[in-house]
């Protein structure tokens, strides 16, 4: 079997006296497509900001590029780069252009060439299907569109893992389906992806691994059509069948 690319190793997260979630253990090996499900609070959102060091932890170790993230002897900037996040709000400059949101990073941060960054850029905007907004302003767009240029921000960096935290979940319905396009095009070049997502359907079918997540605990761990056609606990039965009910 490859070298996990990320391993959790008993990583213990707490908010002051309250214990977020205890030795969570994982390893995450590259090409996978890891969708996490679970019920609002339970601390997936922690546990992808834990990743790239957003949060502390209070036990364990978590490992990138068999690596600890938080080694002496490197740069979190360097890991950030590598670790491409989207989240639910798209936080886009609202006085810059797509282009200059997405090549900002690279030049400002990185330091490297704005003709090397842009080209680059121009790439992703063909990519994430936005070549003709390229020029807009985020208020120009639609969330749908923002999220994709959020995406073609985080590629720029030419990460090596990409984590979603409920990418579509902010955005009307109708634009849903452009941002999971994209999302089904980046899975069939064979990233490594992490996804908080309650979009069942495009678990099933884009997703190599389902976690469900309750009372700061990994309950179940299987492939998605496995887990969603037969759920080992009552509490993920319970949880799939409240989102597969207002599933579209
Ligand atoms: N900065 C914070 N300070 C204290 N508690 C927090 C903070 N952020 C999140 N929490 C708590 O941690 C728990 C897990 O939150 P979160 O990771 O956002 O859950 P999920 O993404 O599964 O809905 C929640 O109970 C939340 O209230
Ligand atoms: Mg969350």
Do not use: W
Not at 74 to 80: A, H, L, T
Request: some cysteine; hydrophobic content about 40%.
């Amino acid at each position: 079997m490859t070298q996990p690319i990320l391993q959790f190793d008993k990583i213990t997260k707490r908010y002051g006296q309250r214990t977020i979630f205890n030795e969570i253990s994982l390893d995450v090996r590259p090409g996978e497509i890891i969708c996490f499900i679970g019920p609002s609070g339970t601390g997936k959102s922690t546990l992808l900001r834990c990743v790239n060091g957003l949060e502390s932890i209070q036990g364990g170790e978590i490992r990138f590029e068999n690596k600890p993230v938080l080694a002496a002897d490197r740069s979190i900037i360097d890991v950030r780069r590598r670790i491409g996040m989207i989240f639910q709000s798209f936080n886009l400059y609202p006085h810059m252009t797509a282009l200059e949101n997405v090549v900002l990073a690279s030049v400002v941060v990185h330091k490297e060439k704005r003709k090397v960054a842009e080209e680059r850029a121009r790439a992703l905007f063909e990519k994430v299907r936005l070549t003709h907004r390229i020029n807009a302003y985020p208020a120009e767009l639609s969330g749908g569109e923002q999220q994709r240029v959020a995406i073609a921000r985080a590629l720029c960096a030419e990460p090596h893992i990409l984590l979603f935290d409920e990418p579509t979940s902010a955005l009307d319905p109708e634009t849903v389906g452009e941002v999971l396009t994209v999302m089904r095009d980046l899975a069939q070049e064979g990233r490594t992806m992490l996804l908080v997502t309650h979009e069942i359907r495009f678990a099933a079918d884009v997703g190599t691994r389902m976690i469900f997540m309750d009372g700061g605990k990994i309950v179940e761990d299987a492939p998605p059509r496995e887990m969603i056609a037969n759920p080992k606990s009552e509490r993920a039965r319970q949880f799939l069948s409240t989102i597969t009910a207002g599933a579209h």
